[in-house]
């Protein structure tokens, strides 16, 4: 596929999806989540960590209002479920690790995009607005699923109702995000924790995303059902043979990621 509003590039083992739209905030439109679905899945297989992130000011300011005409004339539902739907699946599927390193401001869809990654990593300067009912809608794009997991129902609630800005720092408190740098530190940051994952056993990330999305649906006794079969697959690995190798070694481990 040619990408016209994203670029795409695969460096150390880290591919970089940069949404490419920065006169419009990189507002989501038909062509952008096409873009990004191919990309998510070709990371996946291209890569050990796929990033998303942002060119410019913002990393997404979400849904293009504009696209394909006037907001008055957008099928919402039909958007959601033949656009977004195929774009979030493939994050949520990705079978490697996935990081949104928000660069700036996320908003509506944007910011549930940013924290539909495994990991979410901000600078200072970024904020997060659920700002749907700003103009009489419901947060979409995941983010009824993702915020009350995040942050628990009284955070959740709140930040749908008022659809006020959070600050990074304030996200990162809350448990929405994983970390946040100082913008000076943040490119730096993102990096380095790419790369800590690009080095590491990749089929347990795998199934650590799988065990850790399941327990939302499981009992205890299911849950530890999940665990006994995906840590057995996990044994039969190459990287748990170096890990306990390199552990007994006193060497540090050399994953290949199979």
């Not at 990654?117 to 607005?129: G, Q, R």
């Not at 990330?205 to 939302?216: G, N």
């Not at 299911?222 to 060497?251: M, N, P």
Request: aromatic share 6%.
């Amino acid at each position: 596929m040619q990408y016209d509003t994203i670029t795409y590039g695969v460096e150390d083992r880290v591919a970089v999806v940069t949404l490419n739209r920065p006169e419009v905030m990189n507002a989501l439109n038909t062509a952008m989540r096409a873009e990004l679905t191919d990309a998510v899945k070709r990371g996946g297989s291209e890569a050990r960590v796929v990033v998303l992130t942002g060119e410019g000011r913002a990393f997404c300011s979400g849904q293009d209002l504009g696209d394909g005409g006037n907001a008055a004339s957008l099928d919402l539902e039909r958007t959601l479920r033949d656009e977004y739907v195929p774009m979030l699946t493939a994050i949520a599927g990705c079978p490697v690790p996935t990081i949104a390193a928000v660069n700036g401001a996320a908003a509506g869809a944007g910011a549930n995009l940013a924290l539909s990654a495994d990991v979410v990593i901000a600078a200072e300067s970024a904020a997060f607005t659920q700002a749907f009912t700003k103009i009489g809608l419901i947060p979409d794009a995941g983010g009824t699923w993702l915020l009350p997991r995040q942050v628990g129902m009284a955070k959740a609630m709140g930040a749908a109702l008022f659809a006020e800005r959070i600050t990074a720092a304030e996200a990162e408190r809350w448990g929405m995000i994983w970390e946040s740098y100082p913008d000076a530190e943040f490119g730096a940051g993102w990096r380095a924790r790419a790369a800590h994952l690009a080095q590491g056993p990749t089929a347990a990330y795998a199934r650590v995303k799988e065990a850790l999305r399941t327990s939302f649906g499981n009992s205890l006794e299911d849950q530890l059902a999940v665990e006994a079969r995906l840590q057995g697959e996990c044994g039969k690995t190459r990287d748990f043979k170096e890990g306990v190798l390199a552990f007994l070694e006193k060497r540090p481990a050399r994953y290949e990621g199979r």
